[in-house]
């Protein structure tokens, strides 16, 4: 019997120890981790650098609450602003809680416009998180049911179609358009170059903000430090957490020009968000994405990855399509291959499936033989359908 609730299905095993890019379990078995904890541990596991900063910081300071001034928090928003092209930021604990934040920035610019109901068009098929308000914005009905009613005044559109935006134009209520740059929860689905380039344009003519939620694809997953980079635009909104932290719990929303004047004292804030721990082991993420050239990695890696598998797999009746940018990378078969989750895990590798998708999102550090591995298993798992 167990303590705990039942909102998960955990696969039975136990993992006592991670070193790179793999994970060593409770019978010393070892793992590829082709997953990293859900797009978190990018720099790979226990890294030496991250250990030793969370080592010392334990050591001198873990808490004060945002009460006081704290000097790491400080330097990682100006990091953080700088290397985004952003003015200010919030931290938090968690993606869904960025959005939040996110969420209500934009909901406080509507009232001060005057907006009484300010509305969000979202994507159908995204995934913004599971508070209430982060999947209301969710525009998928699997996530949202049973949580009825919920947080009013999201409006959903299709991915990846400018026409579907656009199409809200004269609804004066729209204060803002909340997508991920690709979708990733639903399949790394990516959009048509310019799509980002169109919303902007879109959100400028209309005087709507721009969030863009790079919980997932921020931090050097795409392969530039976040995927809009590839577009050259800045959002007035950008969410951040998984990698930033890469295991230690932090969630950051970054704001620019008008967003970012908005949040007043009393307005929202964290206990927890931006301790000296979670700032400082940031900080030392964001260094050794620098120092180590962790995004040339990511770019080479990923498309040594992607080639691979078009071409070990280019005789293969039963794969439908191979999507990836960067380390974000997704196998859509033209069957439901959910049964390869547990085969995965008996060939010592972890992957996560969504129905006729095996998506993948190694660690930022692979290297080839580790990808020569990933690609092998890979491939002899579809086989095996
Ligand atoms: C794009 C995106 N937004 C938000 C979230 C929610 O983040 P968290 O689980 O840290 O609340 C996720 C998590 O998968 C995500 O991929």
């Not at 993992?15 to 082709?34: H, M, N, P, R, W």
């Not at 009825?148 to 005044?153: E, F, K």
Request: net charge neutral.
């Amino acid at each position: 019997m167990s303590y705990l609730m039942s909102n998960y299905t955990p696969l039975k095993v136990t993992f006592v120890k991670g070193v790179g890019c793999y994970l060593i379990d409770d019978k010393d078995e070892q793992y590829l981790d082709a997953l990293c904890g859900v797009g978190v541990v990018g720099l790979g596991h226990c890294h030496q650098d991250i250990t030793k900063t969370i080592q010392t910081q334990a050591a001198n300071l873990l808490h004060t609450s945002n009460w006081y001034h704290i000097q790491y928090q400080e330097d990682l928003a100006e990091k953080l602003c700088q290397l985004s092209n952003m003015d200010k930021a919030f931290f938090a604990n968690s993606g869904a809680e960025a959005n939040e934040a996110a969420i209500k920035i934009v909901r406080l610019h509507g009232h001060a416009n005057h907006i009484n109901n300010p509305t969000i068009l979202t994507a159908n098929q995204s995934f913004h998180g599971r508070t209430m308000a982060t999947l209301s914005a969710t525009g998928n009905p699997k996530i949202q049911e049973g949580f009825t009613p919920l947080v009013s005044n999201f409006i959903y559109f299709d991915f990846n179609n400018i026409k579907a935006i656009k199409a809200h134009e004269n609804n004066n209520n729209i204060v803002a358009v909340m997508l991920e740059p690709i979708q990733g929860e639903s399949g790394i689905i990516i959009p048509d170059k310019n799509y980002l380039n169109q919303v902007q344009e879109i959100c400028n003519n209309n005087n709507w903000l721009l969030i863009l939620d790079e919980i997932q694809t921020g931090i050097g997953r795409t392969g530039k430090l976040f995927a809009h980079n590839y577009n050259n635009i800045t959002p007035d909104l950008l969410t951040l957490a998984k990698g930033l932290g890469n295991g230690i719990p932090i969630g950051a929303c970054l704001a620019k020009g008008k967003a970012s004047q908005i949040l007043t004292p009393g307005t929202h804030g964290s206990t927890f968000g931006g301790n000296p721990l979670a700032c400082k082991t940031a900080l030392t993420v964001l260094e050794i994405i620098e120092k180590d050239n962790i995004l040339d990695n990511v770019l080479v890696m990923g498309e040594y990855i992607i080639s691979s598998f078009r071409n070990k797999l280019k005789n293969s009746n039963k794969v439908f399509e191979i999507r990836s940018k960067g380390l974000m990378i997704a196998i859509e078969l033209n069957q439901d291959c959910s049964t390869l989750l547990q085969k995965a895990l008996n060939n010592k590798l972890l992957i996560n499936i969504t129905g006729q998708t095996i998506r993948l999102l190694p660690p930022l550090i692979i290297n080839q033989y580790d990808a020569d591995i990933l690609i092998d298993k890979v491939s002899n798992l579809i086989n095996t359908l």
